[in-house]
């Protein structure tokens, strides 16, 4: 049986993204911070903790594992640049170190980003090829994330691919106007990417096209994704999170 390791398995994306691997029959090596509340995972994954500013933390996550889904990110709007920074790229240059000496036995690892790499949402829409224009910190350090894994692709073959995503919104984190993408979308998108040859070094976008300023989702669904989930009220009314562009998602 396959085994796939999530980053961020905490998180929003990060318990849709356990859940379906579950479903699609691999076992599932799930990590996050040491005082991340995992109950939500209900011992049905193998569960590690780590922090990925500490590579002592990273040894055994790699272990037997094919594919990667590193979806754990900073986003606070109140944390500093220095620890948006040391999370999101640092920890990010980490891990994929972390994978080196078991990269003969993985098929695909898959780097989420975020829509703000772009800018502001009102300038688009955004294919792949777009300029990266990073307004806030969080972006900043998702877009100097992208050039890391891809130079990790470039210089060390390690099957990286990178997944641009809207907002990230669930049935228990709801969104108001704007980009946005459901969970579960963003966790589908991910597995397609990784389920296929030839997308190695690829970069996607994915949006629930519910708003035209949004991302161009087109370079994913013209090779045979679908979106199941755009269902959202378009009402900023009973919002949990502003749909503000420079917000990250978790």
């Not at 691997?21 to 599932?28: C, I, P």
């Not at 220095?82 to 993985?106: C, E, F, H, M, Q």
């Not at 919104?169 to 991910?190: F, L, N, Q």
């Amino acid at each position: 049986m396959r085994k796939a390791l999530v980053t961020g398995a905490c998180g929003v994306m990060g318990l849709e993204m356990v859940e379906f691997l579950l479903e699609h029959g691999f076992q599932v090596r799930a990590t996050d911070l040491p005082d991340a509340d995992r109950e939500m995972l209900k011992g049905r994954a193998e569960f590690i903790p780590s922090d990925l500013r500490l590579p002592s933390t990273l040894n055994k996550l790699f272990d037997g594992v094919s594919r990667c889904y590193h979806l754990a990110e900073v986003s606070d709007s109140e944390a500093t640049f220095v620890d948006i920074y040391n999370a999101n790229v640092i920890g990010t240059r980490n891990l994929l170190r972390a994978s080196l000496p078991g990269k003969a036995g993985l098929e695909a690892i898959v780097v989420r980003s975020a829509a703000g790499v772009y800018g502001h949402f009102t300038e688009g829409p955004f294919k792949e090829d777009h300029f990266l224009d990073p307004k806030d910190d969080f972006h900043k350090t998702m877009a100097a994330r992208e050039e890391l894994a891809l130079d990790f692709e470039r210089t060390a073959n390690l099957p990286v691919i990178l997944l641009r995503l809207a907002p990230v919104y669930s049935d228990s984190r709801k969104w108001g106007e704007g980009p946005a993408v459901h969970a579960r979308d963003a966790v589908r998108a991910a597995h397609f990417a990784s389920d296929r040859s030839g997308f190695v070094g690829d970069t996607f976008n994915l949006d629930d096209d519910a708003d035209s300023e949004g991302l161009d989702s087109s370079k994913i669904c013209s090779l045979g994704f679908t979106l199941h989930y755009p269902q959202r009220k378009h009402s900023s009314a009973g919002a949990e999170r502003s749909a503000t562009p420079e917000i990250g998602s978790v």
